[in-house]
């Protein structure tokens, strides 16, 4: 019997559960306007526009290494601040990202939507090295990021441009924050 009990909990070792209820990231990021020299990356041009740090929680991530502009901003991360950092709140919403987008629906109990828009985003993430890649790449629901970098508007070797959201309070194509990603701080949180 012994045997079996430690067994059970030598396979729980690695199991998480949800972080408990609770603000887990209370502050909204910061961002600071700045004049900077255009960056060359993977052919593309990057305008730097704004300093960017935020702590957050992760709410998901989604690579895009195939589809448009996945060779210069390989993953997307849905991040939530002050009350969409708090399990309770986020068991009352549905999330999915898709096509680049981050999505949500509400059930009884849930924020309206203009809070879920100041208190979340969508960030497309630029690695300024493979190591950041890879530690994106690491990233899990659930987990509590800083990521500090430069907001940046590209420009695609076909003349396109990608513009930055470099607002907290807009929705749809065109919100999502484009994140040339310096450096990224992780903690995982659970209820254990």
Not at 6 to 12: D, F, N, Q, R, V
Not at 87 to 97: M, W
């Amino acid at each position: 019997m012994t045997r079996v009990v430690l067994s059970l909990l030598a396979l729980c070792w690695g199991c998480s559960s949800p972080p408990p209820p609770g603000v887990l990231a209370p502050d909204p990021p910061v961002q600071v306007s700045l004049s900077a020299e255009p960056l060359a990356h993977r052919g593309y041009t990057l305008l730097p526009v704004a300093t960017f740090e935020v702590t957050a929680r992760v709410l998901g991530v989604e690579g895009y290494h195939g589809q448009r502009h996945g060779r210069l901003a390989p993953y997307d991360i849905a991040l939530g601040w002050g009350l969409m950092s708090d399990t309770a709140v986020l068991e009352r919403l549905d999330i999915a990202q898709h096509d680049r987008l981050y999505r949500w629906s509400r059930r009884d109990g849930a924020p309206d939507t203009p809070t879920i828009i100041r208190h979340s985003t969508n960030i497309h993430i630029v690695p300024a090295s493979s190591g950041l890649g890879g530690r994106v790449a690491s990233l899990r629901h659930g987990d509590v990021v800083t990521l500090r970098g430069q907001l940046v508007d590209a420009l695609a070797p076909d003349g396109s441009q990608w513009r930055t959201s470099r607002s907290r309070t807009d929705a749809g194509m065109g919100a999502c924050e484009i994140l040339w990603l310096e450096a990224v701080e992780t903690r995982s949180v659970s209820g254990r």
